[in-house]
């Protein structure tokens, strides 16, 4: 069965930095396209990131660019998300999600989320 | 950026009745549209992909159609467990994007 667990979630000051971990299990890791997806308090779901397999193609929202980077480490079946310069707008719930192998870009298993809030 | 446009944002039905969705693409993604569903303090999960195809375990009575622009999500007979936030999201290209959310609830 198929688990995403989220973790490194907390409370930041504005200027802050965090590093979120997805660490997963059931599935080979290493073959699959991986996400992360913010949700903020009460609004919507916001694409961040994502990286192909073996790292080749990394893209980023325009929302996060510059200040987020987003890694992978095959042999621990772990994703990333290391967050720079943190703003308030960019608390939320942070989701890690997989890519389905078959069609990508189609988030087909998410994990629950850790949330990020950003305050002084 | 391909936007993406879901009406109405919300929706309140009776146990029974036949709910519609609809999601808007800004340019046309083809048959690229997913569906998701997010029950609330529950991570999103994935219901339909490319437009009509259903996710294993997902019961018949959601369904999806559509092309180019215009997407239909519908509900054919609401059940209680489907009170939740639906959401559209394009897999066309990045950056990737999502409709805004439907909640739907019940009567």
Same mark, same amino acid.
């Given at each position: ?5 989220e973790?490194?979630?907390? =409370? ?5 930095? =965090? ?18 997806? /913010? ?9 961040v990131?994502?990286?192909? /397999? ?14 987020? $980077?987003?890694s /992978? ?30 069609t990508?870009?189609l ?6 989320? $850790?949330?990020? $809030?950003?305050?002084? | ?25 800004s ?6 549209l ?9 991570a ?7 437009t ?12 999806g159609?559509g ?41």
């Amino acid at each position: 069965e198929v688990h995403l667990v989220e973790s490194g979630g907390g =409370l930041v000051k504005p200027g802050g930095s =965090l590093r979120l971990s997805c660490a997963a299990s059931g599935f080979t890791f290493s073959t699959y396209a991986m996400n992360w997806v /913010r949700q903020a308090p009460g609004k919507g779901l916001e694409w961040v990131s994502s990286i192909s /397999r073996s790292s080749s193609f990394i893209y980023y929202a325009d929302s996060v660019k510059g200040r987020f $980077t987003i890694s /992978r480490d095959d042999a621990k079946n772990s994703l990333y998300l290391q967050m720079n310069s943190l703003r308030a707008e960019d608390t939320a719930v942070y989701y890690c999600a997989r890519d389905n192998v078959d069609t990508a870009m189609l988030k087909d298993y998410w994990g629950q989320g $850790t949330l990020v $809030t950003v305050s002084s | 950026d391909i936007q993406m446009t879901q009406s109405p944002s919300s929706v309140s039905a009776s146990v029974g009745d036949r709910v519609t969705i609809t999601c808007r693409a800004s340019q046309g993604i083809s048959s690229w549209l997913a569906w998701y569903q997010q029950k609330p303090g529950k991570a999103p999960k994935l219901l339909i992909y490319t437009t009509s195809s259903l996710q294993s375990g997902v019961p018949s009575r959601f369904s999806g159609s559509g092309s180019g622009i215009d997407f239909t999500l519908t509900i054919s007979s609401l059940q209680p467990e489907d009170v939740a936030s639906y959401y559209c999201q394009q897999t066309n290209s990045f950056p990737l994007t999502f409709g805004g959310g439907t909640k739907v609830e019940i009567k």
